[in-house]
């Protein structure tokens, strides 16, 4: 299994070769890359490969927030029933679904008696995270994000960095990989093994216990380390394996490491930014941590994001007077969103993927 697993992981980790210049209308889009990533996910042929090839795509989808863009594709929506849109014109076997899901929510932070500010937003929805199914191998990868920390979110050269954990976990196979993402945009993260009563699961006990570990009890498969911001390594001595889990530089643009909220420019994934914007600007006072400061900043927010909303917004207020519930927002919003608050709703992104065997045995994202 070693050995098997080696050459694989080399095979989806390692170093890609740079290929020609392709006409405008082959080229990939971002939705292309992360669509060959669920496919690496679906042809990797051992369990603990496909957890790590979900956790590329996992801290790839989330670098891709700082990522600057003029591209705009996503679905953004108050509607907490939207869902994914039948495909049309795609005819064959699914074989994978992934279905990325946030809720931003914004919490207001002071610490140091109000001298350092900041705002916690909170990507994973309440009712969980997203949700990766690999049909052909009757899998399921739930993921559950950290959070964005916005460390000064009034100035214009805001410091963006993710805190907390990203948790990747399959119940079928028993596998677990957990990265603690801390302020200096370190990496720390276990692979464990989980026991389990599946056949795939008692598999990977049965080698894990071969390599020296202990059956029946929870394993410690491989260490996780590094930096998102250049390179993230996996090592499983026991297994013989070491390799790339991420590589900054093989992605372009870099990840900002900076933000003006005030005046976003154009980013690649757009419509999360929207629904983040969302979530700062009706950043609730009453949740904030750290005393006065805190709520007051949470108030600061709504008056202080503009750039993302209409211009001669009064006007427009007054062509659609009575259209929002909510006399008493002031916020540089058009109504419908005011309405929409009032109404105890909160923006969500959405993003399905679908990985269709065609008739002609490829696959299709």
């Known amino acids: 299994m070693a050995a098997t697993t080696q050459r694989s ?59 600057p863009s003029n591209d705009t594709q996503e679905i953004c929506t108050f509607d907490s029933n939207e869902g994914p849109k039948s495909f049309t014109g795609v005819e064959g076997v699914s074989l ?18 109000g001298r350092e500010l900041s705002i916690k937003v909170n990507l994973t929805p309440p009712s969980g995270g997203s949700l990766l199914q690999l049909l052909t191998w009757r899998e399921e990868y739930s993921l559950a994000w950290p959070a964005l920390q916005l460390l000064a979110p009034t100035s214009p050269r805001c410091p963006v960095v993710f805190k907390g954990e ?39 006990m049965a080698a894990a216990s071969a390599a020296g570990g202990t059956g029946g009890k929870v394993q410690v498969l491989g260490t996780v380390a590094g930096h998102w911001t250049s390179v993230i390594n996996v090592s499983c001595p ?30 690649k994934l757009p419509r999360v930014w929207s629904a983040i914007h969302d979530a700062l600007l009706y950043a609730d006072p009453r949740v904030a941590a750290g ?3 805190a709520s007051k900043l949470a108030l600061t927010m709504g008056q202080y994001l503009k750039a993302l909303t209409l211009d001669n917004l009064e006007e427009f207020d007054r062509s659609l007077e009575g259209r929002s519930k909510d006399t008493e927002d002031t916020r540089a919003v058009p109504p419908c969103y ?24 490829t696959a299709a994202a």
């Open 9 to 67: 992981i080399r095979a989806v980790f390692g170093q890609q070769q740079q290929s020609k210049r392709a006409p405008i209308t082959l080229k990939d889009d971002k939705y292309m890359q992360h669509g060959q990533m669920l496919l690496a996910v679906q042809q990797s042929p051992v369990p603990l490969e496909r957890l790590l090839a979900v956790a590329k795509l996992a801290v790839t989808f989330l670098t891709d927030l700082l990522r």
């Open 96 to 113: 994978a679904l992934l279905d990325l899901s946030l809720a931003p929510l914004a919490v207001a932070k002071s610490k140091r008696l």
């Open 166 to 204: 990203l948790a990747i976990s399959c119940r079928a196979t028993g596998l677990l990989l957990s990265l603690h993402f801390a302020k200096d945009c370190s990496i720390k993260g276990t692979i464990e093994q989980l026991p389990g009563s599946t056949a795939a699961a008692a598999a990977a």
């Open 238 to 267: 026991k297994l013989g394996l070491e390799g790339v889990l991420y590589d900054n530089s093989s992605i372009t643009p870099a990840p900002l490491p900076q933000l003006d909220l005030a005046h976003l420019g154009p980013m």
């Open 291 to 293: 005393g006065r400061a």
């Open 338 to 361: 005011k309405a929409q608050h009032a109404e105890g709703h909160k923006l969500k992104y959405l993003l399905h993927y679908s990985l269709t065997s065609s008739p002609s045995s």
